[in-house]
Each structure stands twice: as structure tokens, then as C-alpha cells.
């Protein structure tokens, strides 16, 4: 199954049925009088959180959804079937916004959260409800009220405890497959992580959930590499995990250029709470690793951690860091099951 974060879709309302004019008319009845019922209302558009998706892969084949249209009034004080309602299943940590994609109609946090999106339209009145004393036999009914339709976004935002943040080829994925069971493509190259990617973490028995994202590169921002669409899914996580290879160039300007695609993206992401760590120290001699350690320390003006994801070294120093700024309450009550599903692939 394909990760797709983002979707445009048209919906539409059921429009309502309408009035029915009709008179009785039966042997023996002298006075019949007016009989015709109400138009049933219009399906309504509902969109609901569902547990175990975590992807908008099925709105990529299917962009148009419409409700059922209410039914017409008959005679014999019938009234019209109200229309079934329509409901689109969406991942926990879906927004919606509207064509403008800035406007924000709703944004859903919880599993079985249910939200009407497009109201459908009234049945129209028979001309039995417009009988009265002096109007024994009227011969005017509505017609239904038409539905809503528009076009919305849909845009997933993970919903996780901790992310992960860094340079390409920085070491996350590696990072992410020691602690969890996430089993994301590890590669010497840069942007092997395509996709978001999240894996539940056990800490001394505190259970959170880690986002590991596509790395960033200087211009992301605007669009150099895979761009920063993707920091979109660190923005509900209490917590960052910086990542710097201490196999780069320099630590410390490594560290500045995911910083500045950072504030470029906004989000608030600079102001969550931040920890560094040096990655691959297993890779370096201690000469080198000392003065990237400085380098790294000047840059981020705080003692980064040691780890190295491939031999372990540092990893639980790292994780207890993260599980103290997350606390016994995670931010994501249903996170967890969504990481233990089966994970996405390209």
C-alpha cells in the first residue's frame, strides 16, 4: 500500500425530495380532500475517523462522493424516504481544509470522531401541510431543497509522541529499526526514507511512538530534494530527536541548515523542545569525534548526545531524554496501534 498524505476530493449533499400534490379520492368518501405527502431530506456527507487506516491511499482512485438523494412525496399522505447518508473513512490526525487549502473546516484527533461535512437539503411540503380552514384544497408543494457541494482537502498529520529529524542520511531509519519493530529501508545513500515511517518505543516501560521522516536538505523549503512537506507529520509530536552524522563535513553546519529549513517551514517546530545527538560515532576516530562534539555543542549551544544506531551505544541514554519530555501520558491514545500495522511501502 502507497503513503499518500494529501487528497482532493468533491462532495456533494443529497438534494431533498419533493412535495407531492394529491387529493383522496374514494367511493363512499365524500370530502377526500388534499393527500399529498413530504419529499424525504437529503443524505448528509460525514467523514469519520476509522481505527487501523493510516493512509489516504483510497481517495487516490476515487475523488467524488455524493449522498442519496431524498425521495419525492406521494399521494395517500405518503412521505418520501429520507436519503442514506454517505461516510468517508479517514486516519486519526486527518484536517480538513477547505478548495483554498488554508482554510481549516475541522481536524480530527480521535478514533469514532464523526464530523457532517455537507448537510443535504429539506423535502419539500405536499399540499396536505398546506390545508387550512379557509384552503381546504390547495394545489401548491415545495420541491426539495437542492444539497451542498464543494471541493476540500484532506491532509493526514501523524499523530506521534516523538519525531525525527535531520540531514539525509543521517542515520534515523537505522536509529528507528534499533528501538521499534519498524522495519524501514536503510541504505548508504541519501533519501533512502521515501515515506514517513513510525515505530512504538519501549523506554525502562514507558511506551511512545516515533516518527521518522524523509531527511532535509538546504532549500527544502522550497522544494530542493523532497522538499518539507513532510515536516507537517513532527508537528504534533512533543519532542524532537535532531540527528547529526558525526561522518559529515562539519557537525555544526550540519545542524544549522535542518534549523533554517525549520524556521522556514514554521509550524512552531523551532519552539518544541530539542534534543541533539551525534550519530555514527562508532565511524570516527576520538580525535575527530571530539571535535565535531565541540562543533556540534557551539552550533546547537547545548551538550549533544553520543549515540551510534548501529552498535547501540547511547541509544537508552536517548530515549530516556525523549520518554522524560513525553511524561507517562503520550500525546497519541491510538498512535500505537497505527505503528504496529503493517508498515507502508512504495
Known amino acids: 500500500m502507497k503513503f499518500l498524505d494529501e487528497a482532493k476530493v468533491y462532495i456533494r449533499s443529497g438534494d431533498g425530495g419533493n412535495g407531492c400534490v394529491a387529493f383522496r ?24 475517523v476509522a481505527d487501523g487506516l493510516n493512509t489516504l491511499i483510497d481517495y487516490r482512485y476515487q475523488q467524488h462522493f455524493k449522498a442519496q438523494k431524498g425521495e419525492n412525496g406521494s399521494g395517500s399522505d405518503r412521505h418520501g424516504a429520507n436519503g442514506k447518508n454517505i461516510v468517508l473513512k479517514v486516519p486519526v490526525g486527518t484536517q480538513i481544509f477547505d478548495e483554498d487549502r488554508e482554510t481549516l473546516i475541522h481536524d480530527f484527533t ?26 381546504r384544497a390547495p394545489r401548491n408543494a415545495n420541491p426539495g431543497q437542492t444539497g451542498e457541494e464543494r471541493w476540500i482537502w484532506l491532509k493526514l498529520k501523524l499523530i506521534a509522541d516523538a519525531g525525527l529529524v535531520g540531514l539525509p542520511n543521517a542515520g534515523k531509519s537505522t536509529f528507528l529499526s534499533k528501538v521499534s519493530a519498524a522495519r524501514p529501508k536503510i541504505a548508504d545513500y541519501p533519501f533512502t526514507t521515501l515515506h514517513p515511517q513510525l515505530g512504538v518505543v519501549n523506554a525502562d516501560g514507558r511506551e511512545f ?8 536538505i538546504e532549500g527544502a523549503h522550497e522544494g530542493v530534494g523532497l522538499g518539507d512537506r513532510f515536516l507537517a507529520h513532527v508537528e504534533r509530536c512533543r519532542v524532537l530527536l535532531h540527528l547529526v552524522d558525526a561522518t559529515s563535513e562539519h ?23 530539542e534534543i541533539v545527538a551525534l550519530n555514527k560515532i562508532d565511524a570516527v576516530e576520538p580525535d575527530e569525534l571530539k571535535k565535531q562534539k565541540d562543533r556540534l555543542k557551539r552550533a546547537a ?14 541509544v537508552k541514554e536517548a530515549l530516556r531524554a525523549l520518554a522524560d519530555v513525553i511524561g507517562e501520558s503520550p500525546v497519541s491514545a491510538k498512535a500505537k496501534s497505527a505503528a504496529e500495522a503493517e508498515p507502508w511501502s512504495a
Open 25 to 48: 379520492r374514494e367511493k363512499f368518501i365524500e370530502f377526500g380532500g388534499p393527500s399529498g405527502g413530504n419529499g424525504g431530506r437529503g443524505g448528509n456527507v460525514v467523514i469519520e
Open 110 to 135: 480521535n478514533v469514532g470522531e464523526k464530523f457532517v461535512l455537507a448537510e443535504g437539503g429539506n423535502g419539500g411540503f405536499g399540499n396536505a401541510h398546506f390545508k387550512t380552514s379557509t384552503n
Open 209 to 216: 511512538v516515533l516518527a521518522d521522516i524523509p531527511g532535509l
Open 251 to 273: 557537525a555544526g553546519k550540519a545542524y544549522k541548515t535542518v534549523r533554517k529549513e525549520l524556521e522556514a517551514y514554521g509550524g512552531q517546530l523551532t519552539d518544541k523542545v
Open 301 to 314: 549551544k547545548k551538550t549533544p548526545l553520543l549515540l551510534s544506531g548501529v552498535t547501540g551505544d547511547g
